[in-house]
C-alpha cells in the first residue's frame, strides 16, 4: 500500500480550506504573494511540489489558522479550522 506524503496531506488540505472558504487559488496568490505558478505547482491534485514552512506559515495565516495547526490537519487528514489569534 502506497503511502501519501505530507507534501500531498498539506496540498489537500489547502485545496479544501479554499473550497470551503469559496476562495481561489489566485486569491491565494494575492493574499501570500505566492505567484500564482508556485501555488498551482504546490496543489497540485497528483504531483504536488514540496512546501517550504515559511510558504505553509503564510498560506496558513491567510486562511485564518496557524502552521501548526495546518500540519496537524494534514497528518490526520481533517478540515482546518481557523484559530483565534
Known amino acids: 500500500m502506497a503511502t501519501i ?7 489537500t488540505v489547502v485545496r479544501k480550506a479554499l473550497d470551503e472558504q469559496n ?9 501570500t504573494g505566492i505567484p500564482m505558478r508556485t501555488l498551482a505547482r504546490r496543489l497540485h491534485k497528483t504531483n504536488p511540489s514540496g512546501f ?3 510558504e505553509l506559515n503564510v498560506i496558513a495565516i491567510a486562511l485564518g489558522s496557524d502552521l501548526v495547526s495546518l500540519l496537524i490537519a494534514a497528518r490526520e487528514a ?3 479550522l481557523a484559530v483565534a489569534v
Open 52 to 54: 517550504p514552512l515559511d
Open 5 to 11: 506524503g505530507m507534501s500531498e496531506k498539506a496540498a
Open 78 to 80: 481533517k478540515p482546518v
Open 23 to 31: 476562495r481561489t487559488q489566485e486569491w491565494l496568490s494575492a493574499e
